[in-house]
């Protein structure tokens, strides 16, 4: 299950990653409010099914050993368990709109550097 894991977040990092370096997409700040909503919206719907079927999906009931999730129910307990994992989530939500910026400057620089569109190397 932990190499399924990687292996999909690391899909899913290599996608955006590439749809953004190609400059097709760049994301803007103002769009964050988005992926905040979808996880809310999850939160509320799983958390239902959880109970519903015994569960765990997106390991709100528990996060599975020694994953990074682990550290944040030692560190906040069983009540701020769930306040704790959402926190974390934004947090890389916003570090991934961060390293993103920084590609999309590079990007907009080389352009504007050479005055023409060409493959940009990162």
């Known amino acids: 299950m932990h190499i399924q894991s990687f292996i999909y977040h690391g899909v899913v990092v290599a996608v955006g990653w590439g749809i ?9 700040w103002k ?3 988005k992926p905040l ?12 099914v959880n109970s519903l079927l015994n569960s765990n999906f997106w390991f709100l009931n528990l996060p599975s050993y020694e994953s990074p999730l682990a550290w944040i129910y ?12 959402f926190l974390f989530c934004a947090f ?4 991934w709109r961060v390293l993103l910026e920084g590609v999309e ?5 080389k352009k504007s550097n050479d005055g023409e ?3 940009i190397t990162l």
């Open 37 to 48: 909503v979808f996880g809310i919206s999850g939160y509320v719907v799983l958390t239902n």
């Open 20 to 28: 953004v370096r190609s400059g097709e997409l760049l994301p803007a």
């Open 31 to 33: 769009e964050l409010w």
């Open 92 to 95: 890389v939500v916003v570090m």
């Open 74 to 85: 030692q560190w906040a307990g069983e009540d701020g368990y769930l306040i704790g994992h």
């Open 105 to 109: 400057r590079k990007i907009v620089k």
């Open 117 to 119: 569109d060409e493959e």
